[in-house]
């Protein structure tokens, strides 16, 4: 059984900075990619960023240049770096994981989210 666990989201001041960390722990053989996607008030879920097991990364329009994603594949740890925060940035995070286990079997895994809150 494998779990996945958000920290670090909160209160911000527009311009501020905040780092999220998601670490998956469990029967986790290799990982294929892990990601950040945010939900915010009367929008759909969307992808803010995703780095692969490979080291590529793909982001958001909306955040290019401010986040920046990371990961530790040895603690199957993935952190986003979030600069220049911005109003519009307020959402429920939540941490994807995308693994395989022992015998190869893929597994799509996901956090239980955490509120970002950006103010004036």
């Known amino acids: 059984q494998v779990q996945v666990a958000e920290s670090g989201g909160g209160l911000a001041q527009a311009g501020g900075s905040l780092r999220l960390s998601c670490a998956a722990s469990?029967?986790?053989?290799?990982?294929?990619?892990m990601g950040w996607y945010r939900q915010a008030p009367g929008k759909q879920r969307e992808l803010v960023a995703i780095?692969?097991?490979?080291?590529?990364?793909n982001y958001a329009d909306s955040v290019k240049g401010r986040f920046t994603i990371s990961r530790d594949n040895a603690k199957n740890t993935v952190y986003v770096q979030m600069n220049s925060l911005k109003l519009e940035d307020t959402a429920v995070y939540y941490c994807?994981?995308?693994?395989?286990?022992?015998?190869?079997?893929?597994?799509?895994?996901w956090g239980q989210g955490t509120q970002v809150t950006v103010s004036s």
């Open positions: 994807n994981v995308k693994y395989r286990d022992s015998r190869w079997y893929e597994y799509d895994s």
């Open positions: 469990g029967s986790i053989f290799s990982v294929n990619s």
């Open positions: 780095i692969s097991a490979g080291g590529s990364t």
